[in-house]
């Protein structure tokens, strides 16, 4: 949004974050340790509480199921989430699985629990990052759980560069109150790569207005009542990056970008800009930038086919794990219907669905009779059946899957322009640069 760019036509919320939606909580670890390690864990709440005793709706939905997503087949069997949701890199699926179940059975009130399903996601960081080494420990994913459960705090883990048998020291740093969500080379998104830039974790949210129409009411829109729908991704795909319309693929490329400083000069031109303002700094207008290139240049009277693309070399491969969470009171099949749309969503922003590319969106709902409630109900499974009548309408579904695809696009954006460049002994991702886009 700093650049102009505001996907949709849905309005963000206060903080454009998952956490707009009341009671969601976000916990990151983040390991960078010496030059080979780049890795981390996102631990995302649906509530405070003990959620295996107050399990919310969800559901999941698998675009490309070349992946390891733990815990889904019970979410999609039962249409209930009642553990944290862990996201990390492939290999250390099994440590935070072991983790999150460890951790249920501690909670208070869970003492006679027998079966836990704990929900962990992943996307393979191998690019950056040595996951062969299997980094992650129980504690780093107990540490992103608590750090989320404790607002506004995140949780940074490192040690020096010259050392790798050192215990990693522990820091925390506090957002403000508003549980703001770091974005970036945070957490699962520390080692990750996106569209050969630097990815990350992203996230955003889209508000839905209800006017109350009923006149004779004399409430003059007191009843008024909001729907929020945000999203949080570990971006790790492949493509062609489209920004808002704009096919900055053709202009700005990774592979020119060894050490992130550009040198000769060309102008973006594209028919696609047309929905943007002369002032809009993705404008064709206004948006003349400097690059490296393998290839040359196209002419300021080259056409859109002067861009080939290269044969298919595995650098498109990856994942993308998306976590979708509303407060409107949606079943658990239009939650498996409002992850499909999230999984969507990747495509308007150039994401190429590759044969190696595990995308998965897991979406849950927390109205409030939901994340505050504490009723044995809960606890003997006898789960949130909602009727027609207290879901919402067609046209209110429509509305949120307009946001989530919204909310999709943009969290991507966030994740590859709140990212910095990363270079390991394993390999190398830029940062892609701003100042281009800003021109």
């Known amino acids: 949004r700093d650049l ?50 107050e399990k919310v709706p969800g559901n999941i939905f698998a675009g ?21 949701i862990i996201l990390t890199n492939t290999l250390c699926v ?33 690019l950056l990052n040595d996951i062969r080494g299997i980094h992650v420990t129980k ?43 770091d974005e970036g080379c945070v957490g699962a998104g520390t080692g990750t790569v996106c569209y050969g830039w630097k990815g990350g974790i992203g996230t955003s949210s889209r508000i839905l207005k209800l006017q109350n129409n009923n006149p004779n009411d004399g409430n003059d829109g007191d009843d ?47 028919s696609s800009s047309s929905s943007l303002s002369s002032s809009s700094p993705l404008s064709s207008s206004s948006m003349t930038h400097d690059i490296n290139t393998h290839t040359t240049p196209p002419s300021s009277s080259s056409s859109s086919s002067s861009f080939i693309p290269r044969p298919h070399d595995g650098q498109q491969d990856g994942s993308c794990m998306i976590v979708v969470a509303t407060d409107a009171p949606l079943t658990s099949n239009d939650l498996r219907r409002l992850a499909e749309r999230a999984v969507i969503g990747l495509a308007r922003t150039g994401s190429s669905f ?22 044995s109900s809960y606890a003997s499974n006898q789960l949130l059946s909602y009727s027609p009548a207290t879901s919402v309408n067609s046209s209110i579904l429509s509305s949120l899957f307009e946001m989530a695809l919204e909310a999709t696009e943009e969290a991507v954006y966030n994740s590859i322009l709140r990212a910095t460049t990363v270079t390991s002994c394993i390999g190398h991702a830029p940062a892609i640069p701003i100042q281009p886009l800003q021109c």
């Open 64 to 84: 490309n199921a070349f992946g390891k997503l733990a815990g889904s087949t019970q979410v999609q069997e039962l249409g209930t989430i009642e553990t944290p």
């Open 4 to 53: 102009g760019v505001c996907a949709g036509v849905y309005p963000p919320g206060r903080l454009n974050a998952i956490t707009d939606v009341k009671g969601v909580k976000v916990g990151h670890t983040t390991l960078v340790k010496g030059d080979n390690i780049h890795t981390g864990v996102t631990a995302i709440l649906p509530h405070g509480g003990n959620i295996f005793q």
């Open 224 to 270: 008024d009542q909001f729907f929020t729908v945000g999203v949080l991704l570990q971006s790790n795909f492949g493509g062609y990056l489209t920004i808002d319309g704009i096919p900055i693929y053709k202009h700005l490329s990774p592979l020119s970008y060894p050490s992130a400083q550009p040198s000769s000069s060309i102008s973006i031109s594209s």
């Open 354 to 375: 590759s044969h190696g590319s595990g995308d998965y969106a897991i979406a849950f709902s927390t109205p409030a009779s939901v994340a505050s409630s504490s009723s």
């Open 94 to 126: 099994g440590v935070a699985l072991d983790a999150v179940v460890r951790y249920t059975l501690m909670q208070p009130g869970n003492e006679s629990v027998k079966s836990v399903n704990a929900l962990v996601g992943e996307t393979n960081d191998g």
């Open 139 to 181: 504690q780093d994913v107990l540490h992103a759980i608590e750090n989320a459960s404790s607002p506004s705090t995140s949780s940074s883990l490192s040690s020096s560069s010259t050392s790798s048998t050192t215990s990693p020291s522990s820091t925390s740093t506090k957002d403000d109150e508003d549980d703001v969500v």
